[in-house]
Structure formats: structure tokens, C-alpha cells
T-cell receptor, first 113, second 114 residues
Framework: DADVTQTPRNRITKTGKRIMLECSQT?????MYWYRQDPGLGLRLIYY???????NKGEISDGYSVSRQAQAKFSLSLESAIPNQTALYFC????????????FGPGTRLTVT | GENVEQHPSTLSVQEGDSAVIKCTYS??????FPWYKQELGKGPQLIID?????GEKKDQRIAVTLNKTAKHFSLHITETQPEDSAVYFC?????????????FGQGTTLQVKP
């Protein structure tokens, strides 16, 4: 969905490096989410944010941090990347009309060597 | 917390046949059940959803059924076409109801053979 963009789309990094994945949205939604997708495991929630001042951990937040710089921007950081963080990462948004109807970005494929 | 199981993990059908994907959930307080389709190289896209006060919902060739007693719901695709080939995810809302959190199934890769 072009309304939710993620950068970079692909990234290869080395173990121990810090990396930031960025998400921007033009949908005007207040809620934003970060997921990771692994084969056979589906989508798992890393962090979610209701607004700029409200950030919450998801089920797999260890090793990750986030920043909500503005209503439209939500960044995910890996402070010290490790190989088992190799995955496909998705950002999603939703709004108060239907908080569960989530719109996903195109994803970032991250490889940690 | 909520847990969602999805089956099968892969499904291959001939064009024109029907496809059924099934999911079970664990928390009876879940009240919203969406289905997402993920095409290659793209993010998941919502294709249909159902709320707990409804037993069935249809949208052209796709339908979703919900059995609250058994805590399972299913996606039905009729007259499948090659463009239906994708990965499909079910999900369930995680209580409490104000979080917007979804718990996803493991995904089903559907292949429609021409």
C-alpha cells in the first residue's frame, strides 16, 4: 500500500551493527505497529504505538527499540544486530474507526550476517 | 494470551476448484477475525473480516465462517483463479478490546494451478 512506506526495502548488515528501519504513512492514522515475519511463524508483534507519547512492547520486543518521531513516522532500531534477527519486517497502521483494520507497508527484508 | 493455529501450511488446487483454510483460536473474548492476503514481495492486505456477532460473511468469491462455540473460523475461496495464489494469514483480536492488537496464524501458501 503506497500510503505506508518503508525504507530501506532490503538491507544486509553485519553482526553487532546498529540499524534503523523507517516507516512513514500518509493515511493520518494514529496507531502504528512493527511486526516481523518468519517462515512458519506468521507475523509477530514487536512494538506498537497509539500516538507519539504512547509506545508499548509486543510479544517479541527483546533486542529492538522504537521511536515515534511524529504521528506519521515510526522507526524500529536493532541496537546490536544478531543473525537470528534476519527476517522480513513490516510496519502497519490503523485508526480509531476500526482499530483492528491494519494497513501494511511493503516490508523490509533484513539479513544479518 | 491469545493463540491462533492455522492449517494447512500449504494448499494446492486446480483452477476452478474451491479452497478452504482453517484457523482456531484460544481466547473466547476475541471478537474480530480478519484474513489477509500477501502476494510475493508485498505486504499483507486485508481481504475480508468477521466479527463475533456474525456467523458468516461473503464478498464475491470469498467467504468467512465463524463458529464461536468451537472457536474456529475458516476462509472459503470458490472458483479459484491463478491470481488467488498467495500466502493467506488469519488473525484474531487480542483482548482487551481497546488495544488493536492482532495475533496471526502461521500462514497458508495457496497455489492455484492453471
Amino acid at each position: 500500500d503506497a500510503d505506508v512506506t518503508q525504507t530501506p526495502r532490503n538491507r544486509i548488515t553485519k553482526t553487532g551493527k546498529r540499524i534503523m528501519l523507517e516507516c512513514s504513512q500518509t493515511k493520518g492514522h494514529d496507531r502504528m505497529y512493527w511486526y516481523r515475519q518468519d517462515p512458519g511463524l506468521g507475523l509477530r508483534l514487536i512494538y506498537y504505538s497509539f500516538d507519539v507519547k504512547d509506545i508499548n512492547k509486543g510479544e517479541i520486543s527483546d533486542g529492538y527499540s522504537v521511536s515515534r518521531q511524529a504521528q506519521a513516522k515510526f522507526s524500529l532500531s536493532l541496537e546490536s544486530a544478531i543473525p537470528n534477527q534476519t527476517a522480513l519486517y513490516f510496519c502497519a497502521t490503523s485508526d480509531g474507526g476500526n482499530i483492528y483494520e491494519q494497513y501494511f507497508g511493503p516490508g523490509t527484508r533484513l539479513t544479518v550476517t | 494470551g491469545e493463540n491462533v493455529e492455522q492449517h494447512p501450511s500449504t494448499l494446492s488446487v486446480q483452477e476452478g476448484d474451491s479452497a478452504v483454510i482453517k484457523c482456531t483460536y484460544s481466547d473466547s473474548a476475541s471478537n474480530y477475525f480478519p484474513w489477509y492476503k500477501q502476494e510475493l514481495g508485498k505486504g499483507p492486505q486485508l481481504i475480508i473480516d468477521i466479527r463475533s456477532n456474525v456467523g458468516e460473511k461473503k464478498d464475491q468469491r470469498i467467504a468467512v465462517t465463524l463458529n464461536k462455540t468451537a472457536k474456529h473460523f475458516s476462509l472459503h475461496i470458490t472458483e479459484t483463479q491463478p491470481e488467488d495464489s498467495a500466502v493467506y494469514f488469519c488473525a484474531a483480536s487480542e483482548p482487551p478490546s481497546n488495544t488493536g492488537k492482532l495475533i496471526f496464524g502461521q500462514g497458508t501458501t495457496l497455489q492455484v494451478k492453471p
